[in-house]
């Protein structure tokens, strides 16, 4: 940790984080990166900066966003720090910030150590853009089992890799959200629970998708383990007969749970649907069904 680290964070965070078990503070209560939702809902509604048509100017890009009704949108890291506050100033102009990054795969859980160096420094570089924009998060995935990454060696590495990472998060008063995927990897909410625990930091928090788990689970039943850790929400759905990704409302993710599983924790955040890329038509209906899905009747 850096000799001015804890200068850099703001007084009201440092004192509700406490110098010792910070962690357990940060769980306890309110969450510390809570967003600040419409009256009468507990998520505010975004995309994934993918999901716009071919072809558009960023500019075209967020204000479809804003047309469509969403508040704000997941962006991804850009070659240089001009580019990502441009965008950012774009999206703001708009009335849809960019809420996070999207960093995605990294090579933590690999063997090799040149590669792990290189996404170390890539992350280092995505955090300090979301700070330079006002992103509340960095999504990452932080390795993946294969037939030469045993799961032991992949929990190792991947914990010594974001562990490294921790004071530069807390440096951009960034969190560093931890994404669940088709990796092999974190397969149920326990072992979930127990790397962000192992990690030990309130700058690494989980940013839990709902459609990913169906395969293997029941998406209410991570988000009571999980609890306040989860701090942001990728929104799919999910058919188990046929094994296919459908559109929010119509697969085996049971809404209703999810709903009652979110107030239990008292979950206030970004809810980003990551779904193919379509027309305006298409995305202001995705829009209606993340209300309609997120919301009682």
Not at 254 to 272: C, H, K, M, Q, Y
Request: aromatic letters at 8%; proline letters at 4%.
């Amino acid at each position: 940790m850096t000799k001015n680290l804890l200068d850099s964070i703001s007084r009201r965070r440092f004192l509700a984080l406490g110098a010792g078990a910070a962690l357990g503070t940060a769980l306890a209560g309110q969450p510390l990166f809570a967003a600040e939702a419409a009256p009468g809902r507990r998520y505010k509604k975004a995309l994934k900066i993918n999901m716009f048509p071919a072809g558009l100017s960023d500019d075209e890009k967020f204000a479809l966003a804003a047309r469509a009704g969403y508040e704000g949108v997941d962006g991804v890291p850009l070659e240089t720090d001009d580019a990502i506050e441009r965008q950012a100033e774009l999206a703001r102009r708009h009335g849809v910030p960019l809420h996070g990054l999207v960093f995605g795969w990294a090579a933590f859980g690999e063997p090799d150590e040149a590669a792990r160096e290189r996404d170390i420094e890539r992350m280092q570089t995505a955090l300090r853009q979301a700070r330079l924009i006002g992103a509340t998060s960095v999504l990452l995935v932080p390795a993946r089992v294969t037939e030469t990454v045993r799961y032991a060696e992949a929990w190792e590495r991947s914990i010594e890799c974001v562990r490294r990472l921790i004071p530069a998060a807390a440096e951009a008063e960034v969190p560093i959200c931890i994404e669940n995927v088709w990796s092999r990897f974190l397969l149920s909410p326990l072992e979930f629970r127990r790397y962000l625990d192992e990690l030990d930091s309130p700058w690494v928090r989980a940013y839990f998708d709902v459609g990913n788990v169906i395969i293997q689970g029941h998406a209410q039943d991570w988000i009571r383990e999980l609890g306040p850790r989860i701090i942001k929400l990728d929104l799919k759905d999910f058919r188990r007969r046929g094994f296919e990704w459908v559109n929010l409302g119509e697969g085996d993710v049971n809404w209703p749970e999810v709903r009652a599983a979110l107030a239990e924790i008292d979950f206030s955040g970004w809810a980003t649907c990551e779904l193919k890329a379509g027309d305006e038509a298409y995305l202001t209906d995705i829009s209606a069904r993340i209300d309609q899905v997120m919301t009682e009747a």
